[in-house]
């Protein structure tokens, strides 16, 4: 079956420190790819997706994330996190031709000031 | 645009009860879906629609029915609430599914409790 995996699933980090996001994905074909954020209180929201062209994919609030066809995998980073960033994270995969996303499991990253 | 809206926010039922889940957009938008959230399980798809008259399953489909008479509703039933169904529900939606490369917005969620 195809799935998403999310290895860190609770991360603390002080503000000003570098952050990657781990997402692993399952499927041999053609995929797109999302990262979606939850902050407190308010609805999920995309922070960045790639589905062709440069790997290196860059996402509001300074969020990036390299998609890497060998290694199934497309991590969220960011060079220096703020308080702000505290939330949780979803990695999603859209497998090309179904009319299913299929989300991992979340990481909840909380930024001390 | 209000985008994607849902009622109600927070519901407490008893096991065996039924409900529906209201989930409406404004934007025009295909393609429609419904994902339970759940602590350490992430978003699973529960039911989808690709357009009014439209619907599939998802990865957990059992116990809920959905219908999409319009394009603006997306409601999702409850049949006969279990406790299991204790969850915190989102619809999304977005403009196409064609090429799966379309932004989903999400509603602000339905907290349901069954006892």
């Known amino acids: 079956a195809q799935s998403v995996s999310q290895h860190n699933h609770h991360v603390i980090l002080s503000e000003a420190a570098s952050l990657e996001l781990g997402c692993n994905y399952s499927?041999?074909?053609?995929?797109?790819l999302f990262w979606y954020v939850q902050y407190p209180g308010q609805h999920l929201q995309l922070l960045l997706k790639?589905?062709?062209?440069?790997?290196l994919v860059k996402g509001i609030k300074g969020f990036e994330a390299e998609f890497i066809k060998s290694k199934f995998s497309f991590n969220l980073r960011k060079p220096s996190v703020q308080w702000s960033d505290t939330a949780e994270y979803f990695c999603?995969?859209?497998?090309?031709?179904?009319?299913?996303?299929?989300f991992g499991t979340g990481t909840r990253l909380k930024v001390l000031a | 645009n209000a985008g994607v809206t849902q009622t109600p926010k927070f519901q407490v039922l008893k096991t065996g009860q039924s409900m529906t889940l209201q989930c409406a957009q404004d934007?025009?938008?295909?393609?429609m879906s419904w994902y339970r959230q759940d602590p350490g399980m992430g978003l699973r798809l529960i039911h989808y629609?690709?357009?009014?008259?439209?619907?599939d399953q998802g990865e957990v489909p059992n116990g809920y029915n959905v219908s999409r008479s319009t394009t603006e509703d997306f409601p999702l039933r409850l049949l006969s609430a279990a406790p299991s169904q204790t969850s915190v529900y989102f619809c999304?939606?977005?403009?196409?599914?064609?090429?799966?490369?379309?932004?989903?917005?999400f509603g602000p969620g339905t907290r349901l409790l069954v006892l």
């Open positions: 629609s690709v357009g009014a008259g439209i619907t």
């Open positions: 999603a995969v859209n497998p090309s031709g179904t009319y299913k996303y299929i």
């Open positions: 999304a939606s977005s403009y196409s599914i064609e090429l799966g490369r379309e932004t989903q917005y």
């Open positions: 790639y589905f062709s062209g440069d790997p």
């Open positions: 499927y041999g074909g053609t995929v797109n």
């Open positions: 934007m025009n938008h295909e393609y």
